[in-house]
């Protein structure tokens, strides 16, 4: 929302976004659809671009479940992006989200780094480093959700796992070490096999 690359951000104000936004969540709560099958995640970019802030799209602590951010480190693999570590990259805005609420738990609905720190050759400690600062970064800051965008872009080595680089053979298929521990340890919550799709911070 607080960004200028989508039909809707152009030409509308924050204004328009909070009262669509409160309009379709009226609409499904008055279903009767309850948090257990439906939750929203009001999620914005880690830096503001365009003329409006992201405080300016807050949709109020009665229309959402969830804060969330989205952010990348880019690296070298761009004329106009560099590399960032993830406190970097994600403390100013963490700061912004609980000023807006206290009590809502923060996402991570959409993370990666590339493998290109310098120049344009993917450099797996520097990323393994990454990954590994970014599960710590994840734990101390008691973030609730972490989505990877395990997707390579162009030009962008995204991937952790099933991609071309990587450090060990997970499950059969290439990917960084520091992502599998992280995800290996004890501080993650398992579906519940029950009902797998549910969304829960407890």
């Known amino acids: 929302m607080n960004g200028n690359w989508y039909s809707w951000s152009i030409g509308s104000t924050p204004n328009d976004y909070v009262l669509a936004w409160r309009h379709t969540y009226n609409i499904l709560l008055n279903t009767g659809i309850d948090s257990t099958r439906l939750q929203w995640v009001w999620s914005v970019n880690r830096n503001d671009y365009g003329q409006y802030t992201a405080e300016e799209y807050w949709v109020g602590e009665n229309y959402t479940h969830w804060l969330g951010i989205n952010g990348f480190n880019g690296g070298s693999s761009a004329n106009w992006s560099k590399w960032e570590w993830p406190n970097e990259i994600f403390d100013n805005m963490m700061g912004r989200l609980h000023k807006l609420s206290s009590t809502k738990p923060i996402s991570l609905n959409a993370y ?9 050759t993917t450099d797996v400690q520097s990323k393994n480093e990454w990954l590994r600062q970014m599960c710590d970064y994840v734990n101390r800051n ?4 972490a989505s990877y965008n395990n997707v390579d872009g162009p030009n962008q080595d995204n991937m952790v796992f099933g991609g071309t680089h990587g450090d060990v053979i997970w499950n059969n298929f290439k990917a ?15 579906p519940n ?5 549910l969304i829960t911070d407890e």
Do not use: F, H
């Open 176 to 190: 960084y070490s520091a992502y599998r521990n992280c995800l290996q340890s004890n501080d993650w919550i398992e």
């Open 193 to 197: 096999i029950t009902n797998p799709r």
């Open 142 to 145: 008691k973030i609730k959700m």
């Open 112 to 120: 990666a780094t590339v493998g290109v720190r310098t120049g344009n």
